[in-house]
């Protein structure tokens, strides 16, 4: 029973040990990034729109959203690289 309870836990270690176990969660595909660029290409849209409509308040938050959203893919390209 001991033996089968260490055999266990030296498997357990070995996988949490393993990089690929870490690189798979962390990966996104090229295609997952292609959208993020859209919807950033689509947030400036937007708030273009909004500032002709005089919703400036508005414009703000989707600007700040847009910053963070190319922060973050910006952050995954290194990831990748």
Same mark, same amino acid.
């Given at each position: 029973? #001991?033996? #089968?309870?260490?055999?266990? $836990?030296?498997?357990?270690?070995?996988?949490? !040990?393993?990089?690929?176990?870490?690189?798979? !969660?962390?990966?996104? $595909?090229?295609?997952?990034?292609?959208?993020?660029?859209?919807?950033?290409?689509?947030?400036?849209?937007?708030?273009?729109?909004? &500032? $002709?409509?005089? *919703?400036? =308040? %508005?414009?703000? *938050? #989707? *600007?700040?959203?847009?910053?963070? %959203? =190319?922060?973050?893919? &910006? &952050? *995954?390209?290194? !990831?990748?690289?």
């Amino acid at each position: 029973m #001991i033996f #089968i309870l260490i055999s266990i $836990s030296v498997m357990l270690v070995a996988l949490l !040990e393993c990089p690929a176990f870490y690189f798979k !969660e962390n990966l996104m $595909s090229k295609q997952q990034l292609q959208r993020l660029q859209q919807d950033s290409a689509q947030l400036e849209m937007f708030a273009n729109k909004l &500032t $002709s409509e005089g *919703k400036l =308040d %508005l414009v703000k *938050k #989707i *600007k700040a959203k847009k910053e963070y %959203l =190319d922060n973050y893919i &910006t &952050t *995954k390209r290194v !990831e990748a690289a």
